[in-house]
């Protein structure tokens, strides 16, 4: 079965070209997915008689690897989990509110979500990886076309185990979907997490060996992004601790060091650039998931669910949300990164209501047909959200549609992490470093943001340079857990000594909603967030163990049996 390029006009087609052939690839798996994350069928492979005839429907499957299997993960599960339990993002709305208190159990459907998608993501990779090597070399595709998108599905399947590791810890480590089924093996144990960083490891390195230095499609990963990701697992590893971490840190800035000196990507001068949906697909994104306009599911729905109002987007839930208070109180009030993260008062957009001639951030704009209820009403903490805010079609070439399907990408690497992954591991145990070469990669970020220069680094100086540069990137939590691999006490009071709780009430006999002074801080109607050591694991979803016995909390994890290289 031959796939077509559908002829659908984007803003850049150089830069979303990857994005005509994933919606092609599309038309092959949308309705194969499945319920359970095991519970997988033939029918869920890309493996058809007629496919894989050349290197074009080969790419067209990998392009399928993406968008649409991850977007459970990304639609709400993903900024949950890596915003508001990391004390970023402030929302407390029911299921979604569980996340900023950690109440939710593992019943908590958008756990669930979660959990499922990063499993779909790892069948769709598994598919690639085991089913279509044979059929393509049997229809003539080179062996290098061939490593090379096995080298793209295995750079995905390790991204998805180093989330689930980092979020659930100990999971079961999934290497062929087909043989499963075929040998009706679908009770897997939990691995543990030594295990499973193996398996990433072993899958980066893969994708690192056979991926090109730069591929003619932007979009697809190239070998900087495996290595960039190599940077990122060392470091995480090194932090654990254990006999090998002077070893790790070591690979953790050679990793990095060579993708920043030899990849010849570099950051954007304007930090307000990376979010525009003009700019996916950029000399600083390593990798990004990639979503288009074209329905519910294959879009990013972030510009839905955090847009303030109707003034700037057609559909808009995010109202209630916005940094939290512990988050803005640690801005530098020189940091150009703060009006590109959060909109507070007086912040100006031009890319947004641009019929109108831009948008003006106000507490409270008056309804002028009724003053009883006003266009847009002020939340708790005086904020909303901007990043990934892109607004309109008219704001974007069309490429926003009405079912939350914006076409901005989502960054899970990009360069500037690179660079704090160098600073992080020169550190090493050490308690602070001047290491000229990581204090150089260190202030790039800085100087970009418009901040001085520092002449040494600590930990907690590279922690919060993360925290604000990747702030509402879904990030946080894992630079958390890698603090909390480092020292756990000191981790844990770090999270329960955040003033994620206080919010602002309104002064009563205050006359004018438009001035900060209107406002006082309030520490004391919200309970503090109090955060334990069994938090820092999710649990696995409730109908999984249901499923699956081996899934319990009780049951321990084994190690994994390795075949091969």
Not at 29 to 44: H, K, R, V, Y
Not at 394 to 420: H, P, S, T
Not at 431 to 447: H, I, M
Not at 535 to 544: A, H, N, R, S
Request: aromatic fraction near 14%; hydrophobic fraction near 40%; include cysteine.
């Amino acid at each position: 079965m031959k796939i077509e390029m559908m002829n659908t006009k984007f803003v850049n087609p150089m830069k979303n070209s990857i994005k005509l052939i994933l919606f092609s690839a599309l038309l092959l798996i949308m309705g194969a997915c499945t319920e359970d994350f095991l519970n997988l069928t033939p029918q869920d492979r890309l493996t058809f008689d007629d496919y894989y005839n050349n290197v074009e429907e080969v790419r067209a499957g990998t392009a399928s690897l993406y968008g649409y299997p991850w977007f459970g993960f990304n639609d709400k599960f993903f900024w949950l989990a890596g915003d508001c339990m990391s004390g970023n993002l402030y929302y407390t709305y029911d299921q979604e509110g569980q996340y900023y208190y950690f109440t939710f159990t593992a019943g908590n459907s958008h756990l669930s979500d979660g959990w499922k998608s990063l499993f779909r993501v790892i069948s769709y990779a598994n598919s690639i990886i085991n089913d279509m090597p044979g059929q393509a070399a049997a229809n003539g595709v080179a062996q290098t076309d061939i490593d090379a998108a096995v080298g793209e599905a295995r750079f995905i399947r390790g991204i998805a185990y180093y989330i689930l590791a980092e979020f659930w810890g100990e999971v079961p480590i999934v290497e062929n979907n087909t043989e499963l089924i075929s040998n009706n093996d679908l009770i897997l144990p939990k691995n543990t997490c030594t295990s499973i960083y193996e398996f990433i490891r072993r899958d980066l390195l893969y994708a690192s060996e056979n991926l090109p230095a730069i591929d003619p499609e932007p979009g697809r990963v190239s070998q900087w992004a495996a290595k960039g990701m190599l940077a990122k697992l060392y470091l995480t590893m090194a932090q654990n601790g254990g006999s090998d971490a002077t070893d790790n840190f070591e690979q953790a800035k050679q990793f990095a060091a060579d993708v920043i000196t030899n990849s010849g990507l570099s950051l954007l001068e304007d930090y307000r650039d990376l979010f525009l949906l003009a700019n996916d697909n950029n000399e600083e994104s390593l990798f990004a998931l990639q979503w288009m306009k074209g329905g519910y599911s294959l879009g990013n729905s972030r510009n839905a669910n955090w847009a303030r109002s109707s003034i700037i987007a057609d559909q808009q839930w995010g109202g209630g949300k916005g940094c939290t208070y512990d988050f803005t109180s640690i801005i530098d009030t020189a940091d150009l990164r703060s009006p590109q993260i959060f909109m507070t008062l007086g912040d100006y957009y031009p890319e947004l209501n641009t019929a109108d001639g831009g948008y003006t951030y106000n507490f409270e704009t008056e309804n002028p047909e009724n003053a009883d209820n006003p266009l847009e009403s002020p939340n708790e903490v005086l904020n909303h959200l901007k990043k990934y805010v892109v607004g309109r079609a008219e704001d974007n070439n069309g490429e926003v549609g009405i079912d939350q399907d914006a076409a901005n990408n989502v960054y899970i690497l990009r360069l500037a992490d690179v660079y704090l992954v160098y600073a992080e591991a020169a550190l090493g145990t050490g308690e602070t470093s001047t290491d000229a070469t990581a204090l150089q990669y260190f202030n790039a970020v800085r100087a970009r943001a418009g901040l001085e220069a520092k002449t040494e680094v600590s930990f907690m100086d590279v922690l919060n340079e993360r925290r604000v540069e990747f702030c509402l990137e879904s990030m946080f939590w894992f630079d958390i857990k890698r603090y909390y691999y480092r020292d756990a006490d000191a981790a844990l009071a770090y999270l329960n000594t955040q003033k994620r709780h206080w919010i602002y009430t309104r002064i009563s006999g205050s006359e004018d909603p438009n001035l900060f002074t209107s406002y006082e801080l309030d520490s004391l109607r919200n309970d503090p967030v109090v955060v334990t050591l069994d938090d820092m694991y999710l649990p696995i979803p409730t109908e999984e163990v249901q499923t699956n016995y081996l899934l319990d909390p009780d049951e321990p994890a084994v190690e994994y049996e390795f075949s091969g290289e």
